[in-house]
């Protein structure tokens, strides 16, 4: 698909005013500069324009990918924000001048969102994962966020789903009247898979890559020193280092040659 036709795709009028929100440009891709706290009180303020569009978890490895890939920066940079998952790119932004951006992770996000839900009375569907992991996830909210309310929660198969299915799906979702729409189907999937439904379900879409596992147990976050002095991505190294050694190599060394020597 060409570049003219993407944008097309993703085009979309956000119901709230994009220019409220203070961005870093980090390598063409636009990091929302800003603190659990703000992004708190902006979700409170505007979930119901929010509803229909979606807001990227960024991290190294999506900078990198959208630097690259300038259909998927697009998509990066089509949704109301995308947040500084990664620590490394609220560290940039600070050296620029931001000084009160800081590590915004989805996970915490999640959990921030959840212990406020049952008095805002936010409806929650989750999106990913496998129905093993769903079904985990659901029994945990249920456990530790007493009266949470989950609307639906949908496994999708492992291969692309036909325009029938998504039709399906996106009936499905509407029907549930969510507030928020949580995505875990790992980058770079969940931000194309947002953009593709911008405009087209009801709730704030927010991709939570391995969101999902974290809540149903599957696997454990880092210590708290760890994710404040921004080695969380070490731990998941140490889980799961066949996997993601190469990625960090590549992703990390490109990343800091690109934001910090060259400064893009």
């Known amino acids: 698909m060409d570049i003219s036709r993407q944008h097309e795709l993703y085009k979309f009028i956000h119901k709230v005013d994009k220019s409220k929100i203070p961005t870093c440009n980090i390598m063409g891709v636009e990091i929302a500069a800003i603190n659990m706290d703000w992004l708190l009180k902006f979700t409170n303020k505007y979930i119901k324009s929010l509803s229909g569009d979606y807001m990227c978890v960024s991290n190294v490895h999506t900078t990198v990918t959208a630097y690259e890939d300038e259909t ?42 959840f212990k406020i839900s049952v008095k805002k009375g936010y409806r929650h569907f989750f999106y990913g994962s496998t129905k093993e992991t769903v079904v985990k996830l659901k029994k945990i909210l249920e456990k530790d966020y007493p009266g949470i309310q989950i609307a639906g929660m949908y496994s999708p198969p492992f291969r692309p789903v036909t325009e029938e299915e998504d039709n399906e799906i996106i009936c499905h979702i509407n029907n549930a009247r969510p507030d928020f729409i949580w995505v875990g189907l790992g980058a770079p999937k969940q931000e194309i898979w947002m ?62 040659w690109n934001s910090y020597i060259k400064g893009r």
């Open 72 to 113: 998927y920066k697009a998509i990066q940079n089509g949704g109301i924000m995308a947040i500084p998952d990664g620590g490394p790119l609220s560290s940039v932004g600070k050296r620029r001048g931001y000084k009160k951006m800081s590590r915004t992770t989805g996970p915490d996000y999640m959990a921030e969102v």
């Open 195 to 256: 953009a593709g439904h911008q405009g087209k379900v009801k709730g704030f879409m927010v991709g939570t890559g391995a969101g999902f596992d974290y809540f149903a147990g599957n696997i454990e976050r880092a210590p708290k020193w760890m994710q404040r002095s921004n080695m969380e991505w070490f731990y998941r190294l140490f889980q799961d280092p066949r996997r993601l050694f190469g990625r960090y190599l590549y992703t990390n060394t490109k990343f800091i």
